[in-house]
């Protein structure tokens, strides 16, 4: 049976510009993408009222030029206004979006919005590193979940012959009494509680110091 890998929630971002001419073209640039969008038959706020914003907050960004007192408070009050409401609009937009997840991101893009993009996680890998003391290697690889353990083993001639090194608990172990200057490779599988002893996973070489 396959198991269908789960479809990220894609997420509207309101990137909205913090000088005022740049709020204006950023909120003219969404009203404009969702006007006549068949993705968007009822927005909420209105496209009209904010567009309404948009004109009141222009108006008084231009009266503010003009240094008459109180111009600034008032413009910054149409600013407040249109945030608020283009905040609305996001809630809006990612509704929308939400009801199909395969499109969302389209539906997203579609409305004038960025997509925010998933965390990007390094991927832990099978690692050997050299230990505190000479002689030791450090090993680490991913977590395979709660209640698992790990069987290590090390060889001296390149993976011929290997021996068996103390199991452990955690996805972590330290292998001591290594010959300094000469390369050893590891190798490990993981013992998991639903799938049992796993496969041996491809060996890793380190020279010991």
């Known amino acids: 049976m396959t198991i269908a890998k789960p479809t990220l929630r894609s997420l509207a971002v309101l990137a909205l510009p913090k000088t005022v001419p740049a709020l204006l073209s950023y909120a003219d640039h969404v009203v404009d993408s969702m006007t006549g ?3 968007f038959t009822t927005p909420s706020p209105t496209l009209a009222a904010i567009a309404q914003a948009i004109t009141d907050l222009r108006t008084a960004q231009a009266v503010t030029l003009s240094r008459t007192k109180g111009a600034a408070q008032a413009r910054n009050d149409k600013r407040a206004a249109l945030v608020k409401l283009m905040q609305l609009l996001r809630s809006y937009i990612q509704s929308v979006a939400d009801v199909d997840v395969e499109t969302a991101a ?3 893009t579609s409305a004038g919005l960025a ?9 832990r890998v099978f690692a050997a590193t050299p230990g505190d003391n000479s002689g030791t290697v450090k090993l680490v690889t991913a977590s395979a979940g709660p209640r698992s353990s790990y069987l290590w083993q090390v060889s001296l001639d ?3 012959t290997w021996v068996d090194v103390p199991a452990t608990t955690q996805a972590r172990t330290t292998v001591t009494a290594l010959p300094a200057g000469t390369t050893v490779t590891f ?5 998991t509680p639903k799938a049992g002893q796993g496969d041996w996973v491809p060996p890793i070489s380190l020279l010991v110091r």
């Not at 997509?115 to 991927?123: E, F, N």
């Open 115 to 123: 997509v925010k993009k998933p965390p990007t996680l390094k991927p």
């Open 37 to 39: 969008n068949p993705s």
């Open 158 to 160: 390149g993976g011929k």
């Open 106 to 108: 389209t539906v997203i």
């Open 187 to 191: 190798r490990y599988r993981a013992v």
